[in-house]
């Protein structure tokens, strides 16, 4: 597993960043809001499906190293649905990948 932060934005969003195809097999996402903590477990296929190759950080549209993930705090893409979200589902979500 590889974990990535994100405090809320002044502009309303989680950013979560560096996200590379390395080795690992979850990324966790904790996202931290003045008054709210979220956080997604998601797999290295569903990041392959929608962030790495999908959303450089660098070098804009040509970059190929790191990704990053970016929403509205309040608004998770409908892909990151079943992979957590507040606290109280992230934990069921460990749980079923075996990470208690």
Known sequence: MEVKFSTLWASGVYKFQQIRDQNYDYVICLGL??????????????????????TPQHTGARGTDTFWLSFRASEAPAWLSDCGGILAEVYEVLRSVGKP
């Open 33 to 54: 809001s003045p008054f709210d903590a979220r956080c997604w477990v998601i797999s290295k296929s569903l990041l392959r499906d929608h962030v790495i190759g999908h």
